[in-house]
């Protein structure tokens, strides 16, 4: 399965609309090009895992088009990706099984180099919060842990490497709570962390209203 993704994503390419549309969102042209960022294109070849074809199709044909955002594990291994179109918030996130067993973090394998020299570690939720936060952290390293939590495996690799680690979920009343949460279980696991206050509804949001210049005005301690 993992070789087949890895074949049909090698082949896709990225249209110049999502490229646009992705440094518009706050990625830079290096981001697109070292996480391998494509718009997914149909392989030659059926996936060979059939009981994904229901939920996928047997070419992955539901996310033919869509912009695709690897995920890998902290040692480069492929995992899944997560997916969206351009012209709609349409999400959909694929895992392969031995994701469950991985701490998968949007910004890997990349952080790890980061993470290796004890810097600090900043964890939004998606994506475009990674962008945009990754804009005024310049000695520190930006993950994204998908939904509003911290899962076991998460935890777990914060309770190994030991970093600091502060939090920066949205505003919202999910986002609070899995704040509250993810600092409830990394001081129970000793992690040293803390909670990043600031104006706005999330680091994404506040690219796209102000760009940089409104990041590092929500910020100025970054």
């Given at each position: 399965?993992?070789?087949?993704?890895?074949?049909?994503?090698e082949?896709?390419?990225?249209?110049?609309?999502?490229?646009?549309?992705?440094?518009?969102?706050?990625?830079?042209?290096?981001?697109?090009?070292?996480?391998k960022?494509?718009?997914?294109?149909?392989?030659?070849?059926?996936?060979?895992?059939?009981?994904?074809?229901?939920?996928?199709?047997?070419?992955?044909?539901?996310?033919?088009?869509?912009?695709?955002?690897?995920?890998?594990?902290?040692?480069?291994?492929?995992?899944?990706?997560?997916?969206?179109?351009?012209?709609?918030?349409?999400?959909?996130r694929?895992l392969?099984?031995?994701?469950?067993?991985?701490?998968?973090?949007?910004?890997m394998?990349?952080?790890?180099?980061?993470?290796?020299?004890?810097?600090?570690?900043?964890?939004v939720?998606?994506?475009?919060?990674?962008?945009?936060?990754?804009?005024?952290?310049?000695?520190?390293?930006?993950?994204?842990?998908?939904?509003a939590?911290?899962?076991?495996?998460?935890?777990?690799?914060?309770?190994?490497?030991?970093?600091?680690?502060?939090?920066?979920?949205?505003?919202?009343?999910?986002?609070?709570?899995?704040?509250?949460?993810?600092?409830?279980?990394?001081?129970?696991?000793?992690?040293?962390?803390?909670?990043?206050?600031?104006?706005?509804?999330?680091?994404?949001?506040?690219?796209?209203?102000?760009?940089?210049?409104?990041?590092?005005?929500?910020?100025?301690y970054?």
């Amino acid at each position: 399965m993992r070789a087949w993704l890895e074949r049909a994503l090698e082949r896709s390419v990225l249209t110049e609309e999502a490229r646009y549309y992705l440094l518009g969102r706050g990625a830079t042209a290096e981001i697109v090009k070292d996480w391998k960022i494509k718009c997914f294109d149909i392989p030659e070849e059926p996936c060979p895992y059939v009981p994904l074809h229901k939920h996928y199709g047997q070419f992955f044909e539901r996310v033919e088009g869509k912009v695709i955002y690897p995920l890998y594990s902290p040692r480069g291994k492929l995992l899944g990706f997560d997916s969206r179109s351009v012209d709609q918030k349409d999400n959909l996130r694929f895992l392969m099984d031995d994701a469950h067993w991985n701490p998968t973090w949007v910004g890997m394998p990349e952080g790890m180099d980061g993470i290796w020299k004890n810097q600090a570690v900043y964890v939004v939720e998606g994506i475009f919060d990674v962008f945009a936060l990754k804009r005024v952290v310049k000695n520190g390293v930006v993950l994204g842990s998908g939904p509003a939590r911290l899962s076991h495996k998460q935890i777990e690799f914060f309770r190994r490497w030991r970093p600091e680690v502060s939090i920066v979920y949205d505003q919202d009343d999910t986002g609070k709570r899995g704040t509250e949460l993810a600092l409830k279980n990394l001081r129970y696991h000793g992690v040293s962390c803390r909670k990043i206050p600031y104006r706005g509804k999330d680091p994404g949001d506040i690219w796209d209203q102000g760009g940089e210049e409104a990041l590092r005005e929500a910020f100025p301690y970054l």
